[in-house]
């Protein structure tokens, strides 16, 4: 039984953690640990904990070095624990009698005096964090240029970003970067704002409305949404005015996508298969292939991703991309569009990708992107966290288009 308050939630983000960094699973998978908690306020809480510890990792382990002359093994649980005490301390604004009594108890029978010392120590040194978090060597090493730009996006979780089905619900405010666009603070609860029981709105970042976005208006042409699950360009698609099918090879998925398109009155054919197998009846008029990554570029909401991928998955990814995005070109009409997209910030799954596409570029124009993004030499897109930053910034995702 839990009698302090509030440990439930530190148990839970320490399962967590533990998941992300030793077995390598994703926040979503990890996120499992705080499901059996009873209130929205704990499972809230230990997501938090373990985002802000994924986000500042590498700068916590530097202050907990710092004050202790015999480092910490990395995977000690001491570590952990005093990585979650400065998160909450430092990034959550816990008063630190609070972090103490919650966390300690985690390490019941162990070094329990040796992390109220380091704890101790920082909080006499009134330690900080620096404005960005410090980026893994490798990390930084792989996203070259947009590195130090990306770590300033990472600093923080990122604001709400709707889409929306038709007009703007009455009394729904916030401000549009693109037109059927509407962004909101972070950490608005989506439950309450008008237009939520209709459908009339749902999340999707501001880069992930790109790719949709670039095929235009529908009217009644058939398009293939591949690899369309939980179904957020599906929704765009349709409300565009497309007959859409989307296809997706993962039940679960596929089922978030029903039960969306349902939330929102919008229709699709809907197509269980693996992309790889699949052949289509007839061709498309458009294709959008939004196809599975590494999704680093989504590490300001999943900060796992700065830990988790690397060359292995980046390249394994690559090749399915590459695969994909070939079967989908034959797919398509004389003259139709494709998009290709992927929320991943490494080239090889990106730029590498589609320059092995044999169709022909058709390139994205500046009135097709928010202000502030600018398309590549050769018509392509590429966001990252640390563009728009004044506007609270968007994913990272590589987008191009091209013409059958
Ligand atoms: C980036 S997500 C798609 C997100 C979706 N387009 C949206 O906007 O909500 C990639 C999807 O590809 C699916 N997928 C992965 N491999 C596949 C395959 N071989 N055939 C079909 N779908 C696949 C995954 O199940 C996942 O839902």
Same mark, same amino acid.
């Given at each position: ?83 979650? /005490?400065?998160? &909450? ?231 399915? &991309? ?42 994205? /124009? ?39």
């Amino acid at each position: 039984m839990n009698t302090i308050p509030g440990s439930g939630a530190r148990k839970a983000a320490l399962k967590m953690l533990d998941a992300v960094l030793r077995r390598g699973d994703t926040m979503e998978q990890a996120g499992g640990a705080a499901n059996g908690l009873p209130s929205f306020a704990d499972r809230a809480l230990a997501r938090a904990i373990a985002g802000e510890v994924l986000r500042w990792l590498t700068d916590l382990d530097a202050l907990i070095d710092s004050a202790t002359n015999k480092p910490l093994p990395d995977d000690a649980k001491a570590r952990m624990v005093l990585r979650m /005490m400065l998160a &909450q301390w430092l990034r959550l604004e816990t008063p630190p009698h609070a972090v103490i009594a919650t966390a300690l108890p985690l390490l019941a029978g162990g070094p329990k005096r040796l992390a109220h010392g380091v704890f101790a120590t920082l909080t006499r040194q009134d330690a900080t964090l620096p404005d960005a978090p410090t980026l893994p060597e490798a990390v930084a090493h792989r996203w070259g240029d947009m590195a130090p730009e990306i770590a300033k996006g990472i600093a923080a979780p990122p604001p709400l970003d709707l889409s929306l089905r038709g007009d703007l619900p009455e009394g729904l405010e916030g401000e549009s970067l693109l037109p059927g666009h509407l962004r909101l603070p972070r950490g608005t609860a989506i439950e309450n704002l008008p237009g939520f029981d209709d459908g009339a709105w749902w999340v999707q970042d501001l880069a992930a409305s790109i790719p949709a976005r670039l095929l235009g208006a529908g009217e009644g042409k058939r398009v293939l949404d591949l690899c369309a699950a939980p179904g957020g360009k599906t929704l765009q698609l349709a409300a565009a005015g497309w007959k859409v099918t989307s296809l997706d090879n993962s039940s679960r998925r596929l089922e978030r996508l029903r039960q969306n398109l349902k939330r929102t009155g919008l229709s699709a054919d809907i197509v269980k298969a693996d992309a790889m197998g699949w052949h289509p009846d007839e061709l498309y008029d458009a294709i959008l292939l939004d196809a599975p990554c590494t999704a680093t570029g989504t590490c300001r909401r999943n900060p796992d991703v700065i830990h988790r991928i690397g060359p292995r998955q980046i390249e394994a990814m690559a090749l399915l &991309q590459s695969q994909l995005l070939e079967r989908a070109a034959n797919w398509l009409k004389p003259g139709g569009t494709l998009v290709y997209a992927v929320c991943s910030l490494e080239p090889e799954e990106g730029e590498d990708v589609a320059a092995s596409c044999t169709l022909a570029p058709l390139p994205v /124009m500046s009135d097709e992107l928010p202000e502030g993004v600018e398309p590549g030499a050769w018509g392509h897109v590429r966001t990252h966290p640390g563009m728009l930053a004044e506007t609270g910034g968007l994913d990272g995702f590589f987008i191009a288009r091209f013409q059958g």
